[in-house]
């Protein structure tokens, strides 16, 4: 196997040395980078990101890395979004006024609701582990993405993605009561609500198997 | 109910795991590291370090202690003790910190708990209040380890903290910190009830009831435990040795056992969790 090297996007936001052990561990060196310069040489492009949608965008205009995302991803880079990552993938978001997103995959990303459908309180942001499960729509088995039904990963976030097309939907997740998608694929562009590089061991196996993908596109 | 999370809280001073009584009367158990790793592959959801003297020594030894465990354990790590500016809450990130818990800091200046949400995210800031209860049945807030009164209302504070940013409320009850007597479940249920964001109960597990009960009466969202965890851990992995020679070591060196608490380890915590109809993350151990 030759080396498999991914460059984090650093835009400010998102605990870049976890993601950068968890890829250590999963057989991948990750570089950490502010600017677009190397995008063409990876393997794989890694979009962190905590925070704010609307900030998370202009930081990356301001860097000048949007265009140069767009262009690797059309070009066939693996890219991975986590968390506010994978929201940013979207077509746009509903976050403090609507925010136009990357447009990787067409959504839009919605905040989670405050009650739930008995009126209960739900406490967001939603902080703590839960469990994805596979979609059923989709024709995948858990081979295919890195998986386990009903595997046990860490969340922390108020917002979550709502994919136009449920076929691109990798899995779902129930909050209390609500259910959304917790993980996106759309060709070589996989978004993950969760943090697999704060799931423990599942979350390790799941770089290990991107790891695998990137493997085969070289 | 929710999904309660158990988070393994490791007191740290200078190079050693401590643990007092009341935040008080600080014990060595052992290398800090060691405890770490054994919580996470046991299967605790979250770890929280706590500098217990961090305004009396230097933190550079904290943070590369962040540094070392977040190369290896994979699961969310909070940072709390002495942190007072934004610039010592971005080493404490850059180190590999996911969340800050703020106390002394953001009592002085309130602000800077919407200064670093902003900054960070609120997810990342963690207010920690440690709570004293008074003889009316109310609480007040304290700094520094219990020692310091602030006057200020524990509950209007966790409000407050909420309103300006903070992510998630570590509630600690001083009065019951390190006894074994069981949380303070009045204070936890009061602070739940208040703010929207997740509360975490902290002070005073003693055994593995305390945790599920807690769990099922305050609407908590998390558990911070630390005796429970460590005297049963100290038994696997019998620990010989404290990192250099600062502090109290007698306990380490008498091998003796402790009478006010019942020590499990994190599986069997959440088997009894999930036995008492309490919902938590329970997977095979590593």
Known sequence: ?218 | MSMVRVIARLDIKGANLVKGIRLEGLRVLGDPDTFARYYYESGADELIYQDAVASLYGRNSLCEMISRTSREIFIPLTVGGGLRSIEDIRQALAAGADKVSLNTAVIAAPQLIREASRRFGSSTIVVAIEAGRQADGSWLAFTDNGREHTGVDAVQWAIRAEELGAGEILATSIDREGTGEGFDTDLCARIAAAVKIPVIAHGGAGKAEHVADTARRTGVSAVAVSSLLHYEAIRTLRPRESVGSEGNREFLQSGRGVSHVQPCTVQELKRRLLDGGVQCRLEDAV
């Open chain 1, 1 to 218: 196997m030759s080396e498999l090297r991914v460059q984090i996007v650093d835009y400010g936001l998102g605990n870049l040395f976890s993601i950068r052990q968890a890829c250590l561990q999963s057989g991948i060196t990750a570089e950490i980078s502010q600017t677009a310069a190397g995008l063409g040489e990876v393997d794989g492009i890694i979009l962190p990101g905590v925070g704010a949608f609307g900030h998370a965008m202009e930081t990356l205009r301001s860097q000048g890395l949007i265009e140069p995302l767009i262009e690797a991803v059309r070009s066939g880079k693996p890219l991975l979004g986590i968390c506010l990552g994978m929201q940013l993938l979207m077509d746009a978001s509903e976050e403090f006024g609507l925010h136009q997103g990357l447009g990787l995959i067409p959504g839009v990303v919605r905040r989670l609701p405050e009650r739930r459908a008995d009126g209960a309180l739900l406490r967001v942001p939603a902080v703590g582990w839960n469990r994805i499960f596979l979609n059923p729509d989709r024709a995948d088995t858990h081979m295919d993405c890195g998986f386990r039904d009903g595997q046990w990963v860490y969340f922390v976030h108020s917002f979550a993605a709502v994919p136009e097309r449920s076929a691109e939907i990798l899995t779902l997740t129930d909050y209390e009561s609500i259910r959304y998608c917790s993980a996106v694929r759309r060709g070589h562009v996989t978004g993950v609500q969760f943090h697999p590089e704060r799931s423990a061991a599942g979350g390790l196996a799941f770089f290990r198997h991107w790891a695998t993908s990137l493997q085969k596109q070289i």
